[in-house]
């Protein structure tokens, strides 16, 4: 029987939604290995303890909170030599964090801390005697890798939406510490973060992505998709690089081989080709919606849904709609 | 201003891949090579650093068997000074195995800034990078999308989920880079001439002992062949009625 560690990734204040999934899938990982006890690591400023009851509901028994004014804002070497503290202290059978930006950039200088190897992005992980066996998409998503990491804690990160966040509620132990590295001694400090629009979900979070290429034609056309993602209300809006590369939309909001990868219920592409860089990046969403005016676009290949036609006619149609769908419910 | 960039040799992603009969490994037939692309961005970056300030070297280093010096080559034909090549049977999946060895050629190359690509687009791990700067106890700012420096430090941006952050950092440092910084040069046909008299240096990798290994690999399922349900604004009740009822998305 062993412990699993789980690190719960907070920004200004707010539990990330990515925080449920890494202590689930830390629950799952804990139970099919005989039962051992699942730790969270919360850190950030004053206050940010108040997380630890969301985590005990994902199945957390013991968190343990690190809470210093200078952590309101990420700290990459800081966070690090805490969460490298605790494990090496917890005697870990894994340790889990997310695939997302933070997580991608903490987990492999924890892992090089402990001197441990580690797997990346996980979509799907089991444990076979000593080793952690976990399924990576690689090579722009066109192949799946397996790979094994033998030896404990098994470091790894977990892509954002594999898993689904699932209730197992305990009341943790709530414990706190100091963090491992005085912030005062951080050579690399984040001066500031600049949100893009408070009012949008972020694209790895939104159950549904509104994507645009450039068939939209121009920048201020992307009104069309804002609107058909206000009438969804639960939509975030996704680009090309060629609209990205033209600064009709921000460079974050590129999807693809050297952008985001995204799986979201339901995406649709709008005036967009379907090369395959673009396709690297969206083809695991669970539906794909495919709007182009010509039929023999690539996109359509990938697509379950394709209509014909100009966008121009059909967005706004379709954002009457949904709208109509919406209110009836 | 001294630069090292790590750069692997990965497979081009344009092509069909299939699996070969070990079922762990591509099938090497029909493969073409390159540069992994977002090290091209990594080296384009350190060029013009070097070119801005008029002096400066650039030293290249890969780690891999002796078909790294194609790589190699190509970095040297875009401009870099020098080219190291780590030699070591294959290329380990293990990011920490690579990130050692990287290490102990990096720390005792004076270097200013050790740049990286943010991910191998072969092996995907993001990992190499930020393992090398711990390894070496500097400081580390990943997938970065803008970056000035000045005096001894620098400012670097990156991109987080619906938000970006601005870090600052003392040189020496390790920095990974993301897409959109700088757009790669072509090699030139001077810089095509002048890379073939310059010698790639081999040395032995010092990998230690991997623990990450590959098992299987396999292609993704195709997804089932889809449908296009019309033509034109009047096709849309009926795609509606399908995310409701069929793919039951809304
Ligand atoms: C190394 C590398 C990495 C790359 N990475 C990425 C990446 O991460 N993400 C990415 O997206 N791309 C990436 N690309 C670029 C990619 O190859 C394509 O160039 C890009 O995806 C094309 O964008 P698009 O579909 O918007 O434009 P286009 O290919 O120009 O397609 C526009 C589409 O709009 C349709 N259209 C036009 N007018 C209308 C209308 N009125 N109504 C309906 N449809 C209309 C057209 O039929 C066409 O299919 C990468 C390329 C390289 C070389
Ligand atoms: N074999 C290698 N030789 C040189 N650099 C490498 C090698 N493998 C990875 N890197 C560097 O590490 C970065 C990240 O790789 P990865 O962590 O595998 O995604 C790459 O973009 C390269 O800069």
Redesign the interface.
């Known amino acids: 029987m062993a412990d699993v560690f789980a690190f719960a990734e907070t ?1 200004a204040g707010e539990l990330r939604k990515v925080a449920r999934e890494v202590v689930t899938a830390a629950r799952q990982a804990a139970d099919a290995t005989g039962g051992g006890e699942v730790h969270a690591l919360l850190v950030g400023a004053p206050g940010i303890g108040a997380h630890a009851e969301p985590l005990g509901r994902h199945g957390a028994d013991r968190v343990v909170v690190v809470e210093h004014p200078a952590l309101e804002r ?1 700290s ?2 800081v966070v ?1 030599a805490t969460a490298a503290a605790v494990i090496r202290a917890g005697g870990y059978r894994a340790a889990f964090f997310s ?4 997580g ?2 903490l ?3 924890v ?3 402990l001197e ?6 996980l979509v799907a992980f089991s444990f076979e005697g000593d080793a952690l ?1 976990g399924r ?16 404990a804690p098994a470091v790894a990160t977990l892509r954002p939406g594999a898993v689904t966040p699932a209730e197992q509620p305990r009341t943790p132990r709530v414990e706190s510490a100091a963090p491992a590295l005085a912030p005062e001694a951080a ?11 408070a009012t ?6 939104a ?2 992505i509104v994507s645009g290429g450039r068939g939209l034609k121009e920048a201020a056309n992307f009104r069309l998709l804002e609107e058909l993602a206000d009438a969804f209300g639960n939509a975030a809006v996704g680009a090309t690089r060629a609209v ?1 590369d033209d600064g009709w939309r921000d ?2 909001d590129q999807i693809g ?3 985001r990868v995204v799986s979201p ?2 995406y649709l592409a709008v005036g967009i080709s379907g090369a ?2 673009h396709i ?1 990046g969206m ?2 969403s ?4 495919a709007i182009n005016k010509d ?1 023999d676009a690539p996109i ?11 966008l121009f ?2 967005v ?3 954002t009457e ?2 709208r109509k ?1 919406r209110a009836e419910r | 201003m001294r630069i090292a960039v790590c750069v692997k040799r990965v ?1 081009d ?2 092509l069909r ?1 299939s ?1 070969a009969p070990d079922r762990k490994s ?1 099938d090497p037939a029909g493969l073409k090579y390159d540069l992994s ?2 090290d091209g961005y990594a080296l384009e970056v350190a060029l013009r650093l070097v070119e801005q300030r008029g002096q400066g070297e650039v030293v290249a280093i890969s780690l891999g068997p002796d078909d790294v010096q194609e790589t190699l080559r190509k970095a040297l034909s875009m401009g870099a000074t020098r080219a190291v090549q780590l030699k070591a049977d294959a290329v380990p ?5 690579t ?1 050692r060895a990287l290490a102990a050629e990096l720390g005792e190359g004076g270097y200013d800034l050790i740049l990286f690509g943010r991910m191998a ?15 070496l106890g500097l ?5 970065i ?1 803008h970056l000035d420096l000045a005096d001894g430090r620098g ?1 670097a941006r ?13 040189l020496p ?1 390790v920095l990974t880079i993301d ?2 910084i700088a757009r790669p040069r072509l090699p030139s046909l001077k810089g095509i001439m002048a890379a073939k008299k310059k010698t790639v240096e081999v040395k032995p990798a010092r990998l230690g002992e ?11 399922p195709d ?11 009047d ?3 009926e ?2 009625r ?3 009822t069929e ?1 039951k ?2």
């Open positions: 920004r990420y990459s070497e690090a695939a997302s930006a933070q991608r950039d987990a492999p200088r892992a090089a801390a441990v190897s580690m797997a990346s992005d066996v990576h998409p690689t090579h722009t998503g066109k192949v799946i890798t397996t790979v094994r990491l033998a030896g050579r690399v400090v984040v001066t500031e973060v600049a949100a893009k629009s949008r979900l972020d694209l790895g979070e159950p549904v990205t460079p974050s081989q050297t952008g219920e339901l395959i860089q690297a083809r695991t669970k539906t794909i919606v039929k359509f290949k990938v697509a379950d849904y394709g209509i014909v036609g100009d006619e059909i706004p149609r379709l709609e949904i769908v | 497979p992603m344009e891949f699996i591509l692309d977002f999946a293990d990011g920490m195995a990130a687009t072969d092996t995907a791990h993001q990992t190499v990078g930020p393992m090398t700067a711990q390894l400081p580390c700012v990943t997938a999308t400012t990156r991109a987080l989920e619906g938000a970006v952050e601005t870090v600052t950092f003392p440092a897409e959109g991997a623990r990450l290994t590959i098992q299987s690999m396999e292609l993704p997804r089932p062949p889809g449908r296009i349900i019309g033509e034109g604004p096709a849309v009740p795609l509606v399908l995310l409701q793919a998305v809304l």
